[in-house]
């Protein structure tokens, strides 16, 4: 390129801090980017407030000039050595050049002799915080030209809000590469303590669904129900730290069914009881009449919802006291109200109520990861709702939760008699266990055999290819970390074979869950780890039944 210029035009020469210069520039990670409306805006104020056909946003690379923004021209880029901003990185204040036929650094310059014709030129500087020049915000004009007072002051300015927003911009994307990084920690996390307590729920939940058939000393049934006991309140803790970063990465979705709410509210008030029963504590349920039989919710969200309210509530009751939670139908509002005879809460703390790890009042439980109440509020805004609380030292507290009904929730009120899904499924099925970790193995083991069904297990998901073409099976269980060829690629060659066997997918990382609606095509359902008895009860009555007779 310079052999091609005059040689009497003056080539800028590079700055003295070059090489932090341009490293201050790529951190902004802004070059060849999509055009954005801030800056857009930015620049068509500077073309406005100084009267000019054409305004850029240059940033300055080794050998080029980009454009982030502009108006009136349509180029992209030009050449570093014929740029007039080259020259403007040199100087603290607003480089401006009144005439360029008049200059002899420009005179002859290309983009003076040709289009687009500069006859003028003012550019501010673009500085880092840490004092380099990444490029300028400048004004052109196909004609002499001169800014005023007030356009030098506005055009600095201007110049320093786009240095704002760059650094808005890269400390957005700085923020956003730590939430990734922070999520695939917390699903290494998730997926590393959800297998060794996979082991640790799935054995003692059997040795205490079996300790009536033995005869052990009493201390031992204890000890199997405090190991149970502490298993699940840490799987408690890791489902709460993963659950809130889910809806922080927005990566909580709703899931909605039609579902018989007595029979919901009646498996939620038993659970629930054992834990006001151990702390001597009354606890009811109401469901009011005006509610109908079948209600269309997300059960999850909601089952956690009340569940980390009325925990709360009986966590900071008294012996003696008692705790109600009602539901009804307001305003076409599913409402769920949690009232207590606890402590009560200050207004100062009613402040902090819904923040992240923390707990408030004068006594603050040693149990709990302070993060019931954060999640609460985000799991009732995620399905649209609102929560609120009243509450004064000393005289309890009522959590008032308001959700929006969906349209097709059936209002009926005629009363249902359910009876609990029981085990119907084919007990002489052929069912394939892809799982490579031996600790797991041995409880899926466990768990079958005391459903009284036999498995093949496959430890890699090459095995489990190799298996699946030499025999038939009903159902495949796949776990989806496998070391080789991973889950999804073994289901995805199974299923190019042998597309009517169901997959259902296993995981520890509860990450993996949003990614099933993508995959549905390959897996038919997704069980999370530890691996709920009932849940795999469902699932085997879903896909092996029982068929009736001929």
Known sequence: MRDQLNINMKIASPSIDEVMRLKALYDYDVLDTEAEKIFDDLTQLAAQICNTPITLISLIDSDRQWFKSKVGLDAEETSRDIAFCSHAIHHEEIFEVEDTLKDKRFFDNPLVTSGPNIRFYAGTPLVSPDGHAIGTLCVIDDKPNKLTPDQRQALEVL???VISQM?????????????QHKTEFLSNMSHELRTPLNAIIGFSRLMLDNVIYHTLPVKFSEYIGHIDYSGRRLLSVVNSVIDLNKIEAGMMQVEFESICLRTFIKDLEGMLAIMAKEKDVEFSVDVNDNLPRLLTIDQAKISQIITNLAHNAIKFTNSGKWVKVELSLNNEQFVITVTDQGEGISFIDQTKLFNKFQQVGQTKSSEGSGLGLSITQGLVEILGGTINVLSDLG???????????????????????????????????????????EINQAVMLAIFESLDISIIIAETGEKAIEIAKNRHFDLIFMDIHLPGIDGRQASVQIKHT??????????????????VAENNKIWDEYLCKPIEKEKLVQTLNRFIPVLPSA
């Open 167 to 179: 650094e808005l911009r890269k400390k957005i994307k700085e923020l956003e590469r730590a939430n």
């Open 395 to 437: 005289s309890g507290s009522i959590f008032k939760v308001q959700l929006p009904l969906q349209d097709d929730t059936e209002i009926l009120h005629e009363d249902l008699n359910p009876t609990p899904e029981k085990a119907s499924f084919n007990h002489n099925s052929k069912i394939l266990l892809v799982e490579d970790n």
């Open 159 to 161: 110049g320093r809000c």
């Open 498 to 515: 042998h597309p009517n066997i169901p997959i259902v997918a296993l995981s520890a990382d509860t990450f993996n869950q949003h990614n």
